[in-house]
């Protein structure tokens, strides 16, 4: 059962996943990066699946796809840095 609407959301479901994946790869990185590119790439994913639900809790069109839009630029930053 769904408390929230974005817990419907496939988008939503796999951001999560990706959280999980990028924790599980990121834990083999060097100590080195800790709080470096493995905190990056954390925060990011994290910043995925913490911006679709914000925005699915805004009343208007422009503010949704305003926090989609920070969730697209999150997943961007993800690619890019790994």
């Known amino acids: 059962m769904y408390v929230f609407s974005f817990e419907k959301l496939e988008v939503w479901k796999e951001s999560i996943l990706l959280v999980k994946v990028i924790y599980k790869l990121t834990d083999n990185f060097p ?3 800790k709080f470096g590119l493995i905190s990056q790439l954390r925060r990011a994913s994290i910043s995925i699946s913490s911006n679709l ?3 699915t809790l805004r009343n208007t069109n422009k ?3 305003h926090f989609s839009t920070i969730a697209y630029s999150s997943t961007m930053e993800d ?3 790994y």
């Open 31 to 33: 100590s080195t990066e």
């Open 79 to 81: 690619l890019i840095n």
């Open 63 to 65: 503010d949704k796809t």
């Open 53 to 55: 639900a914000e925005g």
